[in-house]
């Protein structure tokens, strides 16, 4: 299954499709057809896009600049939640950055039969408590005035996030030129 990207006019492929031509696509191309592509010689390139995963550097830097800008507009919209200065949200995101990616996990699981039994909603709460955890970790430097705005705040977050890596950031993209 294979589609053109409007943007840059190229053909999309998908990978299982990439996958079962390299293998079977190869025995039904040995004969005359290879001879006609050696005369023809026309360069294809292939674009597979792949996600970055969470603990690859470039992408934890990232999510530390995307975490930085949305605590700051969350400071400045919500009036519960204060950061005192750039510096402190920095180092805020950062503590927040650590939290999703040693603590999150380990909370998913302890809460996953309450997560089902509330068909998901229970993770809003999961997201909250980091964010509350965080506050008292940051110390002064960060402040949320209550749990429940810890919940209304790390909604408003993961939504901000969602649309920051949905609308400004794409995937990164592998070129293979064939």
């Known amino acids: 299954m294979s589609h053109k990207?409007?943007?840059?006019?190229?053909e999309i492929i998908d990978e299982e499709d990439v996958i079962e031509?390299?293998?079977?696509?190869?025995?039904?191309?040995?004969?005359?057809?290879?001879?006609?592509?050696?005369?023809?010689?026309?360069?294809?390139?292939?674009?597979?896009t792949k996600q970055i995963?969470?603990?690859?550097?470039?992408?934890?830097?990232?999510?530390?600049?995307?975490?930085?800008l949305v605590l700051m507009v969350t400071s400045g919209l919500f009036e519960g939640v204060y950061i005192s200065s750039f510096f402190n949200a920095v180092n805020t995101a950062l503590v927040m950055l650590v939290l999703n990616i040693l603590l999150k996990p380990i909370l998913i699981v302890i809460t996953l039969p309450l997560t089902i039994m509330t068909f998901g909603l229970f993770?809003?709460?999961?997201?909250?408590?980091?964010?509350?955890?965080t506050d008292?970790?940051?110390g002064p430097s960060f402040e949320i005035n209550s749990f429940g705005l810890a919940i209304l705040a790390s909604v408003f977050i993961s939504l901000l996030r969602m649309a920051i890596n949905h609308y400004i950031l794409k995937e990164d993209s592998l070129k293979i030129n064939m």
Do not use: A
């Not at 990207?5 to 190229?10: G, L, M």
């Open 123 to 133: 993770y809003v709460v999961v997201n909250g408590f980091l964010l509350w955890m």
């Open 21 to 48: 031509n390299l293998t079977d696509g190869n025995d039904k191309k040995r004969g005359s057809q290879v001879q006609d592509e050696e005369n023809s010689f026309q360069q294809r390139q292939i674009i597979y």
């Open 5 to 10: 990207d409007v943007k840059s006019n190229h």
């Open 136 to 138: 008292y970790l940051m």
């Open 53 to 68: 995963g969470c603990l690859d550097f470039r992408s934890m830097v990232i999510n530390l600049g995307i975490y930085t």
